[in-house]
C-alpha cells in the first residue's frame, strides 16, 4: 500500500504565503480614517477636561500675584519708612480715580499719602491688566487702592484703619469657583477660596 506524499500540495503553500502577506500588510484606507476618528474624538474629549483645569490654575496664580504685591507693599513700606500704596492702574504709571484691580495695579511710595501717585513718588512694581475674562473687585474699603504705613498697618487716606476684600472671578452668570484677597485691619492678607452665584 503505497502512503500518500507528506509534503504540503501546492494550493496549501499559496494559501500560507497569503496569510502571511495579509498579517504584514499596512493599514487600509478605512482603517487609518477610522483610527483618525477615534483620535480626534479623544482629543475633543481631552480639551473639553483640560480647559476649566487650565482657568482655575490661571485664576489661582493671577490671585496669588496679587496677594504678593501687598505683602511687597507692607514689606517696603517697613524698609522705606514711609506709606507705600498698591492702587488700580491700567497704565502702569499712574493710579486710576474708578475702575477695579482687574485694569492692573502699581506700587510705589505715597509719601503724601493720598493714594495717587505723584511723578516724584518712586515706582517700586507695576503689573498688567488681567487675562481676559478674569475679574478683580474689591469691597467699599479696597476697592481702588491698599496702603501700608511703615508699621506695617492698612490705612485708608483719613489715617483710619483700612480693610476689606478683593474677589476675583472668572467672568459669568453661573455659579463659579473664586478667590476672596482678604486685608483685615492690622493689614495682613490671605486668599479664602470661595463659590459665587455669579460674578460680574
Known amino acids: 500500500m ?17 496569510r502571511r502577506r495579509g498579517s504584514t500588510r499596512g493599514l487600509s484606507l478605512l482603517e487609518l480614517v477610522l483610527a483618525l476618528g477615534l483620535f480626534s474624538v479623544l482629543l ?4 473639553r477636561t483640560w480647559t476649566p483645569l487650565r482657568q ?22 517697613q524698609k522705606r519708612g514711609t506709606r507705600v500704596t498698591a492702587c488700580v492702574s491700567d497704565d502702569g504709571v499712574r493710579c486710576q480715580s474708578q475702575g477695579h484691580w ?7 511710595e505715597d509719601t503724601d499719602g493720598n493714594a495717587l501717585r505723584a511723578d516724584a513718588e518712586t515706582l517700586i512694581q507695576a503689573h498688567a491688566a488681567l487675562p481676559l475674562g478674569l475679574l478683580a ?10 496702603s501700608y ?17 478683593i474677589t476675583m472671578c472668572r467672568a459669568s452668570t453661573q455659579s463659579n469657583s473664586a478667590w ?7 493689614g495682613n492678607a490671605h486668599l479664602e477660596a470661595a463659590t459665587l452665584a455669579s460674578c460680574g
Open 2 to 18: 503505497q502512503h500518500g506524499d507528506p509534503s504540503p500540495s501546492k494550493a496549501q503553500t499559496a494559501s500560507a504565503q497569503r
Open 44 to 47: 475633543t474629549l481631552g480639551a
Open 56 to 77: 482655575k490654575y490661571q485664576l489661582q496664580a493671577q490671585a496669588q500675584d496679587l496677594l504678593s504685591t501687598l505683602s511687597l507693599a507692607r514689606s517696603e513700606a
Open 102 to 108: 482687574t485694569q492692573g495695579w502699581i506700587v510705589f
Open 137 to 146: 473687585i474689591g469691597n467699599s474699603s479696597v476697592v481702588r487702592y491698599v
Open 149 to 165: 504705613a511703615p508699621n506695617s498697618r492698612s490705612l485708608l487716606v483719613s489715617g483710619a484703619p483700612q480693610a476689606g476684600t
Open 180 to 186: 476672596g484677597l482678604a486685608i483685615n485691619f492690622v
